[in-house]
Structures are given as C-alpha cells and as structure tokens.
C-alpha cells in the first residue's frame, strides 16, 4: 500500500486499519486511542460542561460503537508492547500496568482520568496533565475531539520497556502519538481512515522536532 506520508521515519497510511495491519511487519509498541462507542465524534463536545466555547469538530460516526474484540485484538497483537487508551472499555487480559492519566478537570462533566490498558510489565502509573477545553496546559492546539496531550502521549511511549524503536497507531486521529515519537527519535506509524486527519498529522510531522 502506497502511504500517504513518508518522511523522517515516519509513514501515514490512509485507509482501514483492518486493511493495513497484515501489510505491516510487526512493530516494537503499539501506542492509540480506539473508538469507545462514546459518540464523540458526532458533536458531543459541542455541548458539554459549559467550558468557555467549546470547539466544533462537525459531525462524523466513527464512535458511534466501539470496535470490535476481533479488531482490537489485531490491534494488540501488531506490537511486542501496546498501550490501549480505553482500554477498561473493553474485555483485555488482566494486567497491572494501568496508566491513569489524571485530567486536572475540576468540576465538569468530563470524566476526571482517563485509563490506559498496557502490557508493559511495569507498575500502575499515574500522569497529571491540565486538558480541559480552553484550560489546559500549554499551547498545544486540540484539532480532534479525542485528542491526547503530546506530553501524555510521550509519557506513555517512554514507559514501554526496552526502549521501543518502532510505533504504531492504527488510529491515528490528527497525529500526536507520532508526532509524539518522533520528538523521542523512535520511527512512527499511524493509519487514519479520514483524510483531513491525516493531512493535519502530515503538517504536524513536517514541523522540526520539539524540545522536550
């Protein structure tokens, strides 16, 4: 499959994961953030928590339900390592190594954490990072309704033992895992089945790597 992105070591494809994964050798860590079955994509940000004003990100039906155990296990299984954001959505192996990543929400309807599913054979860990609409840490831009922080997402890739070299996103959403990665110097992979994303992660790639 031709990418749609291929520089600096690190490729996009645009397409189906369920396509894309048997055409990918397999990697060190899998690092993403699957579909809930949240809806979260049809607009749900919209109207949430009465923070400032919120962002629209129009209206789409990838979270309408979550994936399915078959996928996500192609997806686990595509790494030596993964990491599963929402993974207590889902029926996966039981594991010690949760990552929670505390939100610093206060009071608003958003949910307090956010958990991380891992078989990194390390301790539960725990990551505080201010993300709630308008009121976050930093200057990151948020240009999807699931976005991850790049400082939670290089938290998480640097907790995988072994110094993984190569990461893989089958959900790749507007890029911050890889642009995670490669701020680490690690080789990235990312599959997007939305163009405007994959185009928002090609630019982010394209910029300089960022000092941590």
């Not at 949240?38 to 949430?48: D, K, V």
């Not at 309807?109 to 976050?136: P, S």
Request: glycine letters at 10%; proline letters at 6%; charged letters at 25%.
């Amino acid at each position: 499959m031709t990418p749609y992105y291929d520089a600096a070591g690190c490729t996009i494809y645009l397409g189906d994961c369920r396509d894309v994964l048997p055409t990918l050798d397999t990697v060190d860590v899998v690092v993403t953030d699957p579909p809930y079955g949240l809806g979260e994509a049809s607009g749900r940000n919209r109207s949430r928590g009465g923070v400032a004003i919120a962002t629209d990100y129009g209206s789409a039906a990838w979270d309408d339900r979550p994936i399915s155990a078959d996928l996500l296990a192609a997806v686990v299984s595509a790494g030596r390592r993964a990491a599963v954001f929402g993974g207590n959505f889902y029926a996966l192996p039981p594991s010690a190594s949760w990552l929670v990543w505390d939100k610093v929400n206060g009071k608003t309807d958003f949910a307090d954490v956010e958990l991380a599913w891992t078989n990194y054979g390390c301790a539960a860990r725990l990551k505080r990072h201010l993300w709630n609409g308008m009121h976050r840490k930093g200057r990151e831009a948020r240009q999807h309704p699931t976005q991850k922080p790049l400082e939670v997402m290089r938290w998480v890739i640097s907790l995988c033992p072994g110094e993984p070299q190569t990461v893989l996103d089958p959900f790749m959403g507007s890029g911050t895992t890889l642009r995670a990665a490669k701020d680490l110097g690690r080789r990235a992979i990312g599959i997007e089945l939305d163009e405007r994303y994959c185009e928002i992660a090609a630019k982010r790639l394209a910029q300089e790597v960022l000092a941590l």
